[in-house]
């Protein structure tokens, strides 16, 4: 889905820059929009975001308020989806698109039911995952206390993941070219293992729980 929208994301990170005022509120909603409920499957919050942090990363625009715009909004929508839960969640699961998708609920329902609590954090992470996970918590009885604790951790974690990479890269590259030149290639490659070494380990501990 997210590839379809590759060719406007320069005419929309002109447009952003041009009005740089609402840049913040336009970050809250994409970060909502990506977070409730059915709307999160065809948001792509991801490009839009990290078009967005190119400007931060530019000093066009103050990364700080971006995050914390994208935080609320990732929270609040993620929040949303659990309340209709508690209150609709048998009208919501009848609905046509998820209705002609019960492996979704069903994956939804597995995911929850092996992560527990956990699984509100985790699904922020997870594109299927973050569609009804929020939404079957607020079904299944989750406690506000647990739900709100995962909900907002994620959100804190997840908006910079999105908007600071560029912002981070920028910065890493610029540490490299400062370095003298028969230094370069041996950081680049020892950074390189050590992104290795992490996700083997992640991608092992992950598959341990299953």
Known sequence: MESLFEPLTG????????HAAWAGPLVFLIAFTESLVIVSAVMPATILLLAIG??????????????????????????????????WSAR?????????RPELV????DFFARW???????????GPARVVVPL?????????RGFHLGNWLSA?????MLLAPTTAAT???????????????????????IAVIVWRAWRERVTEKR
């Open 11 to 18: 005419p929309f990170t002109v447009w952003v820059q041009a």
């Open 54 to 87: 190119t400007l931060a990363a530019s000093g066009a625009l103050d990364l700080v308020t971006l995050c914390a715009w994208g935080i609320a909004g990732a929270g609040l929508g993620f929040w949303v989806s659990y309340e209709l839960g508690r209150r």
């Open 92 to 100: 919501i699961l009848a609905l046509g698109w998820l209705a002609r």
């Open 106 to 109: 069903a994956r939804g329902h």
């Open 116 to 126: 527990g609590v956990a699984a509100i954090f985790v699904a922020r992470f997870v």
């Open 136 to 144: 079957l918590a607020g079904a299944l009885g989750e406690k506000p």
């Open 156 to 160: 804190i974690l997840w908006t910079p």
């Open 171 to 193: 910065w890493v590259s610029a540490q490299i070219e400062s370095l003298p030149p028969s230094m370069r290639a041996p950081t680049v490659i020892a950074l390189i293992a």
